[in-house]
């Protein structure tokens, strides 16, 4: 009988092997998908009682409900939290990656964003649709508790009904405070604008916000607390053409002159080595021209005006494990310490940084490592002050330090310890 | 017949994986060479502002910003002295020269930039009247190409301004759909670069101001900028911007992809606390501001 050529037999052994080990690993995982979890599942409940209960609920997690307890927990170690096998919001994503784009947009809800989706969604069961934690408003008033943003005089009907997702969109959105449509598009799905309730200008397609607090105001028309006095007092011409004009929306003067003629002294702040100078009236990047409902017409909150840009501060601001932030900061009060305009010492402070730190820790001058002019980092020969050591930012390490105090910090300079 | 697939093998091997990895064999190797840092000779360093190396006189100047001072060093980073136009300069940023030895300076508290002549003893703002736009020139970074032309970053109203080499207004490149227009550089074939801090972008562009290649956003991804505060164009024409949060200087190809990235947030020397500008010479040694740090690091 002839041989058969060497090649043909290693190619037959390779396909032999191949589809026997093919063959047991699909047995094993069909027989592991249909009783083994079952079995797995009563061992579970033998110590985790409560969790028959849940089993209960009209509403179940599918994997929870196939007994598929291992799917998301590890039974034998972890290094997270219930022994689940990996970061809740990178588990959740590996089976719920969602439809094309839709978790892939501008703007996201800052739970959804840190994978915090416990925050929202009950992991096992629950009575409420989407496996909510709570049934609509009541889910959402849970975090956004601001009861003076929804006890005001005059309250938008959506807003008063709880029907939050009516304008809001609950994972992610193209848009600012995550609006399901464009400022210009998402009142006029309601409400139709027209040129005589605003003074014959045209506002058709104007971001309605700029006036009006979507959820309640104590004045009128849902009107923000406060106006620009042009505003209030319905001169619009001191900033824009007339309402008949050929371009009523126009500005009367170009760039930030139209800003200064009112405010001459601003134009003094930006006159400095470090400014926020931008392009065209950018005075607006910050302020709102018509109302507002924050001091100094700040369109936003402080920390939402500046972190918009700072986006290492934002990072550092929801960084968990940055445990020790400077208070300041954790409350979005950056102008305490920064100049918002303009300002010829470093990072825009107001003062030099060491006087800006003493200004409020005043005992810590009686007992910190020397600092200013006279001391240098032998690092890199310059100055040592507060932030050679802390990183008010946001920092793992007690105090805001740079380095564990215990271990690191000290011997960064002083090597012969 | 085994024999020949191995061997088949090890040639496709050897010349499908060994130049895979060339690029990284050959990869541009920076190191750092040294730091300037103030001295009792220089006096300790405040705000630092620009750098310029001048090559005729082989000179590295940069600006003490808030000492009011323009600093000189050799070529082997000796100081050599200390200038203040007698008083003239108060809060000095960006600083460029000619090749006629015209110094350029920018005070953008101000709303100027100085032309300094240290052989006539003249020191001169440029004429911004010619130049018109929504708000005053905000002067930022600056850069000279080699015919001398002056190209001005106006922070106020996102666009460079274009000087001719007798100083007259020549004009304008905006700088349209990006935020925060920081600096500009313009490398040998008179290509002009320029970058944008909020949406972390740099544009380029030919001599007549078209616009030829745009990329980079902000993230936190290895390609991708978090502050993007500087860049700079080296001989290959690779291009280096510094990041101010990364502490890292960021290297792209002349297409915008992106090759590698060097040093990191530290104190000690090669390490970088919040870079703000960058500048390479022809010799290939890369200066940076390095802010915080109080110092000139070099790199090569």
């Known amino acids: ?417 | 017949m085994y024999r020949k697939i191995n061997f088949v093998i090890l040639f496709l091997s050897f010349f499908l994986i060994i130049p895979a990895t060339a690029p990284d064999a050959g990869k541009v190797r920076v190191k750092h060479l040294t730091s300037i840092t103030g001295n009792k000779e220089t006096g300790r360093f405040n705000l630092l502002g620009g750098v310029f190396f001048d090559e005729n006189k082989k000179r590295l100047y940069f600006t003490d910003t808030t000492n009011s001072r323009i600093l000189a060093f050799d070529a082997d980073f000796k100081y050599v002295s200390e200038f203040t136009a007698g008083g003239a300069l108060s809060s000095p940023t960006s600083i460029v020269k000619n090749s006629k030895g015209k110094f350029f300076v920018a005070e953008p508290a101000k709303g100027k930039i100085l032309a300094i002549d240290i052989g006539e003893k003249s020191v001169k703002p440029i004429d911004f009247s010619a130049v018109s736009g929504a708000n005053p020139v905000y002067a930022g970074n600056m850069a000279v190409d080699s015919e001398d032309r002056l190209y001005i970053v106006d922070k106020a109203n996102q666009r460079i301004l274009l000087f001719d080499s007798d100083l007259k207004f020549e004009r304008e490149i905006p700088v349209e759909g990006s935020r925060r227009l920081m600096d500009v550089k313009v490398d040998r074939a008179g290509r002009i670069y320029a970058l944008n801090t909020i949406d972390g972008s740099i544009c380029v562009y030919n001599s007549k101001g078209n616009l030829l290649l745009r990329f980079g956003t902000r993230g936190t991804d290895k390609d991708e900028f978090n502050f993007p505060t500087s860049l700079a164009i080296d001989r290959k024409g690779l291009i280096y911007v510094t990041d101010q949060h990364k502490n890292k200087v960021l290297v792209f190809n002349n297409n915008g992809r992106f090759l590698f990235a060097f040093s990191q947030l530290g104190w000690r020397e090669g390490r970088l606390h919040r870079p703000s500008f960058i500048y390479i010479n022809n010799s290939g040694q890369i200066f940076i501001v390095d802010r915080a740090n109080t110092r000139i690091s070099v790199f090569e």
């Open chain 1, 1 to 417: 009988m002839p041989k058969m050529p060497k090649v043909k037999n290693y190619t037959f052994l390779f396909y032999l092997i191949f589809f026997v080990v093919f063959l047991l690993s699909m047995t094993s995982a069909y027989g592991a998908n249909a009783t083994d979890t079952k079995v797995g599942f009563k061992k579970c409940i033998e110590c985790h009682p409560k969790i028959q209960q849940e089993m209960s609920q009209k509403r179940r997690h599918e994997p929870f409900k196939k007994y598929q307890c291992s799917s998301c927990h590890n039974p034998h170690t972890s290094k997270h939290e219930y022994l689940v096998r990996d970061e809740i919001g990178t588990l959740c994503k590996s089976c719920h990656k969602g439809k094309k784009r839709s978790f892939d947009k501008k703007y996201s809800h800052p739970p959804f964003e840190e994978g915090e989706c416990l925050k929202c969604h009950s992991p096992h069961s629950s009575k409420n649709p989407k496996l909510l934690t709570a049934r609509g408003e009541q889910l959402c008033f849970g975090c956004h508790a601001d009861k003076e943003m929804f006890s005001k005089k005059n309250e938008h009907d959506p807003a008063r009904k709880g029907n939050c997702l009516g304008c809001h969109s609950h994972h992610t959105s193209d848009y600012e405070e995550l609006v399901e449509k464009s400022p210009e598009r998402i009142c006029v799905t309601c409400h139709t604008v027209t040129e005589k309730s605003h003074l014959n200008y045209p506002v058709q397609g104007a971001d309605c916000m700029s006036c009006h607090n979507p959820h309640g105001s104590n004045r009128s028309k849902l009107i923000k607390k406060n106006s620009h006095k042009p505003f209030a007092g319905k001169k619009c011409t001191k900033c824009h053409n007339p309402a008949g004009s050929a371009d009523p929306l126009g500005m009367k003067s170009k760039g930030i002159s139209v800003c200064t003629t009112c405010h001459p002294s601003v134009k003094e702040d930006f006159r400095k080595i470090n400014t926020h100078v931008g392009e065209g009236v950018f005075c607006t990047n910050c302020h709102s021209p018509h109302a507002s409902d924050g001091a100094h017409l700040k369109k936003a909150k402080e920390k939402k005006i500046c972190t918009a840009c700072h986006q290492d501060t934002k990072k550092r601001l929801k960084d968990k494990n940055n445990k020790y932030k400077h208070p300041l900061v954790m409350e979005g009060k950056c102008t305490v310490c920064h100049r918002p305009h303009g300002s010829d010492i470093e990072l825009l402070f107001r003062t030099d940084e060491i006087s800006a730190c003493v200004d409020c820790h005043k005992k810590h001058v009686s007992f910190t490592h020397p600092v200013g002019k006279s001391t240098i980092d032998p690092r890199s020969n310059g100055e040592i002050t507060c932030s050679t050591c802390h990183n008010l930012m946001g920092s793992p390490n007690d105090f805001a330090l740079r380095f564990d105090h215990k271990k690191q910090l000290c011997i960064q300079c002083h090597k012969g310890y």
